[in-house]
Structures are given as structure tokens and as C-alpha cells.
């Protein structure tokens, strides 16, 4: 259990997302409406149409994504939800077409907002980057863009102030804050010859440095492109995902399609087509890449 909730950015987004909020009381209307039928022994009109406002909001959706995908000849698992959310609605089965459309839907939704987690890393690794910085030319200061600073170039940073560039302190002593790059809080004594990095903050003295490393060639710049390729990376598993999904939902109603064809029962067939949903490894592998 230790580090199960380590991550607390992500449950802390889906508690303010308004998706979430609109998927919960979908999901709260079906329960309510499933509970009022139980609690009076049969279907009654209020429960009914109770679960058919669950469905609107969680299974429409989903079935207006398996459409637009068709229309645009790409083919996913959204038509195999859809599918299976239809024959329960055909035989019935509103509250299964419930469960499901709302399985789908939080799942999707914990997906989306994880993934986004990789966006929000780079954007706060790219806002600790200084956008300019003060470069002693013949004991002027000269505040220029960091894109124009050089190796070897001197610069001059002020307490409060980030530094820019990865380089060796020449002149002065400080205290830097290095938490964005290491995760420790405990500022660190810096004096002449010591190392600083981009993306640092200076804390107590001013400082000269001079400029060993700019720009996408420092640590901060390497860490943001890590991250990015990290993001884009696909593991042979969600390739595997990308190039059979065409040809799986087909399979999976074929199987369906034999199932009933055998057995002459329809609910065996949505049983098929809902079982067949390859849910958790959809959404796991994305979020593993994370």
C-alpha cells in the first residue's frame, strides 16, 4: 500500500474536473434508478427513466465517438462499446448498458487526465527556465535574450533572480535553491568554482557566472527534452494496440455473431461483445507509459 497515493496531483484534478462530475452523477442517476426498480420489485417508470438519463449522459458519448470514427474510416473499440451498449438496450439489460457506459467513460476520463500529467511536467520544467539574462560586457550589464548567450560568456544574477545557464561561479558567494532539479529543499552553499544550473534559484548574494552550458545543452534543457521523448515513446505493446485494433473489433463480433448463431440466445452474443472489450489493457498501457 505505501506510495499507493503518492501521486496526489492526479486524484487531485479528477476531484475538480468537471468531467468528473458530469460522469459521477450519471453514474449516481443509473444506481438510483436501479435501486428504486429493486426497492419496488419491478420496473417502474420513474427508474426507467432514471437509468435512460444515466445512459444519455454516459453511453451517448461513446456511441457519437464510434460514429465519428466510422465516418472518418477508423476503426476502435469505441464501436465495440457501442455495439455491446446497443444489444443491452435491445434486450433490455439498461442497467448492464449502464455499468458499462459508465466503466468506459470514468476510465477514459483517468486516461486522459494521466496522461495530461506528462504535459504539465514539461510546461512546469519550462517555466523555471529564464527567458533573459544579464551578460557582463566591459563592466556593463547588458540584459539580452538566454538564446543569445555564449559559452564563456559572464553572467550576472541577482538574489530572487533564476539562473540561466548551466556554468562555474567566478566571482561571489550564495545560497541556491536546487529543488527543481534534485528535489532537495535545503538550499546549498555556493562559492567561487562551485557549479550552478539553469533553472536554479539564486537565493542570497549576487553572483557571477561564467556560461559552460546554454540553452537545450543544459541540464534543465535536457531534462525537458528526456521528458518529451519519454511522452512520445510507444512501447512495442501500444504499437501492437495501434496496428490491430482494425481488424480486433471486427473479430470480436464475429465471435459474438457465432455465439448466438450456436446457442440461439442473444444475451450470450452481447456477453461476447462485452467481455471482448479489451478495456484494461487499453487504457494501461498509456498510462504505464506515464
Known amino acids: 500500500m505505501i506510495g499507493r497515493f503518492a501521486n496526489l496531483g492526479v486524484y487531485r484534478e479528477l476531484a475538480q474536473s468537471r468531467e468528473m462530475y458530469r460522469i459521477a452523477l450519471g453514474g449516481f442517476i443509473g444506481l438510483a434508478g436501479y435501486l428504486w426498480n429493486d426497492q419496488n420489485g419491478a420496473e417502474t417508470t420513474l427508474g426507467q427513466a432514471l437509468i435512460l438519463a444515466s445512459l444519455s449522459i454516459n453511453g451517448l458519448p461513446i456511441i457519437w465517438g464510434a460514429l465519428k470514427g466510422l465516418f472518418q474510416r477508423k476503426v476502435n473499440v469505441d464501436e465495440l462499446v457501442s455495439l455491446a451498449i446497443i444489444a443491452s438496450l435491445l434486450q433490455g439489460e439498461l442497467v448492464t448498458a449502464v455499468v458499462v457506459s459508465f466503466v468506459m467513460m470514468f476510465g477514459s476520463l483517468i486516461e486522459e487526465v494521466t496522461t495530461g500529467a506528462a504535459h504539465r511536467a514539461i510546461q512546469s520544467l519550462i517555466s523555471i527556465h529564464p527567458e533573459t539574462a544579464t551578460i557582463l560586457v566591459d563592466g556593463k550589464d547588458l540584459v539580452t535574450s538566454v538564446a543569445n548567450v555564449k559559452i564563456g560568456d559572464i553572467i550576472l544574477v ?73 511522452e512520445n515513446f510507444k512501447p512495442t505493446t501500444l504499437r501492437f494496440i495501434d496496428r490491430y485494433a482494425a481488424w480486433f473489433t471486427p473479430t470480436i463480433i464475429v465471435c459474438a455473431g457465432i455465439a448466438w448463431w450456436f446457442t440461439g440466445d442473444a444475451a450470450r452474443a452481447i456477453t461476447v461483445l462485452i467481455v471482448g472489450c479489451p478495456c484494461a489493457l487499453i487504457l494501461a498501457a498509456p498510462t504505464a507509459i506515464v
Open 158 to 230: 541577482k538574489p530572487g533572480d533564476r539562473i540561466p545557464v548551466d556554468g562555474i561561479i567566478r566571482v561571489g558567494s550564495t545560497a541556491v535553491d536546487e529543488s527543481s532539479m534534485t528535489g532537495e529543499s535545503i538550499p546549498k552553499d555556493k562559492t567561487a568554482g562551485n557549479s550552478v544550473h539553469a533553472g536554479t534559484l539564486n537565493q542570497s548574494g549576487v553572483i557571477e557566472i561564467e556560461a559552460k552550458a546554454v540553452g537545450e545543452d543544459t541540464t534543465l534543457g535536457r531534462m525537458i527534452r528526456l521528458v518529451s521523448t519519454a
